[in-house]
Structure formats: structure tokens, C-alpha cells
């Protein structure tokens, strides 16, 4: 079983049966956001391994491992021309970014830094490990990024696309709600776009296309900017405050 699992083609075709099985549960219960195709995926990704792993006798981390390497680090390998096709809205509306390039790149820097601070505090007020902070601390950038980041601090990359993932369904299930309840209609377009791309990176980005041009545009500035925000930040302030 463990030869079978060793095959490319084994861990690209579990990967997308409970992808399209998380398309399917969110399109028959008209989009709930607790059937988000990649939350539902990542869940059933992990019960299958956890059997799998039973069944072998082996540990599920072993079983992770050799899942990924072969199969699932090919999938990973597309979330880098992904995340870069984000570009577009903004190329078509570089007017907007034109005009308030400043004001985003230091909104978007000082929250990057604020969210550090956020995590860490509340990291150490629910008693975590240095391991399993420095894995939450780049959790701001998008998967691609925060990934090799956590790494390169001592951290968990696989907690790190864990909490990236619940991050973004989390905005793109409340976003429509927080936008209402936050009164953030009131706001101008392009604060809710770097919003949604800050806290919801590409998945957050794909509902900010869905309310706007405007909106879309700033997302996908968001996910950039956050992204170098991320790489720069986090090792200076893990260096500074937890090293």
C-alpha cells in the first residue's frame, strides 16, 4: 500500500476526488461555508491519510510524507503561477494602485507587523510552543510564501498551510457578512479590497473580484505586498522578540 501511495499520479488524484467532493457539497448546500471546497478537501485529505496510515500500521506522518513528495508537491508547485495570476485585475485597474501606491504599501506593512504582534500574543496566552508559533507567524501571506518563511524560522510549514487555509475560508465564508455588519460599504472600494487580500489572500482575493474591479485589484496588491511584507517582517520580528 505504501508502494501504491509512492505514485505521482496516487497523491494528485486524492487531491483533487476531495477537491471536487468539497465542489459538490458547496454547490448542493447553495455555497454554506462550512462545505468551502478547500476546507472540505483539506479534512477529507487528512481523514484518508489517517486510514491509510492505519491500515499500513505506520504513522500518518510517515504516510504525509510520502503522499507529498511525489504527488502532492506537484499540485504545491502550481500555487506559485496561481498566486501570480492575481496580477491581472490589477494590471486592468493599475490606475487605482497608481494613484494610492503609498498609502496601501504602508496600511498593508504596519497591519503585517500588528498582525505579528496579534499572533504572538495570542500564541502565548493559549500556552504554544516556540515551534508551533513561529509555523502561525507568517500566516498573513499567502500558502506559497508563508510556507518556506515558517520554515526558515524553526516553524511547522504544514501547521502554517493549515492556518493560511482556515484563514482564507474563514474570509471568504464572512466576508459578505463582515463587510455589513463592519459597515465597510461606507469605506471606498479600495479598503475593502486590501482587506480581503490581507486577510484572505488568493481565496479572499477571489471574493473581493467577485464585488468589484476596484475591489479585485486591491486584493490581488494586497497578496503581493503582504507576501513581502511576510518574507521581511517575520524574521525581524522573531529575531527581535522570540529569539
Known amino acids: 500500500m ?4 509512492a505514485l505521482p499520479f496516487t497523491g494528485i488524484f486524492i487531491s483533487i476526488i476531495v477537491y471536487l467532493i468539497g465542489m459538490w457539497l458547496f454547490d448542493k448546500t447553495n455555497g454554506f461555508f462550512l462545505f468551502t471546497p478547500l476546507l472540505v478537501g ?6 484518508i491519510l489517517i486510514c491509510w496510515a492505519k491500515i499500513a500500521g505506520t504513522t500518518t506522518a510517515k504516510i504525509y510524507t510520502t503522499y507529498y513528495k511525489p504527488g502532492g508537491d506537484i499540485i504545491f508547485w502550481f500555487l506559485n503561477p496561481a498566486t501570480m495570476a492575481f496580477a491581472i485585475p490589477l494590471y486592468r485597474r493599475n490606475d487605482v494602485f497608481k494613484k494610492y501606491w503609498l498609502d496601501c504599501v504602508i496600511a498593508l506593512f ?3 507587523f500588528i498582525s505579528l504582534f496579534g499572533i504572538h500574543m495570542v500564541a502565548k496566552l493559549f500556552g504554544l510552543s516556540a515551534t508551533s508559533t513561529a509555523a502561525m507567524l507568517p500566516q ?3 500558502t506559497a510564501v508563508a510556507m518556506p518563511v515558517a520554515a526558515g524560522i524553526g516553524g511547522d510549514p504544514a ?3 493549515m492556518a493560511c ?3 482564507a475560508v474563514v474570509i471568504y465564508a464572512l466576508a459578505e457578512f463582515l463587510i455589513k455588519i463592519f ?3 461606507q469605506i471606498p472600494k479600495v479598503g475593502t479590497g486590501l482587506g480581503l487580500g490581507a486577510a484572505g489572500h488568493t481565496v479572499g482575493s477571489a ?3 467577485q464585488l468589484g474591479s476596484v475591489q479585485g485589484a486591491m486584493a490581488s496588491v494586497a497578496v503581493f505586498v503582504i507576501a513581502v511584507a511576510m518574507d521581511i517582517l517575520v524574521p525581524v520580528y522573531y529575531n527581535l522578540f522570540m529569539h
Open 110 to 112: 504596519v497591519g503585517g
Open 159 to 161: 501547521v502554517t498551510a
Open 2 to 5: 505504501a508502494a501504491t501511495l
Open 165 to 167: 487555509i482556515l484563514n
Open 183 to 185: 459597515r465597510l460599504k
Open 207 to 209: 471574493k473581493a473580484v
Open 140 to 142: 498573513a501571506a499567502t
Open 42 to 47: 483539506m479534512v477529507l485529505g487528512i481523514l
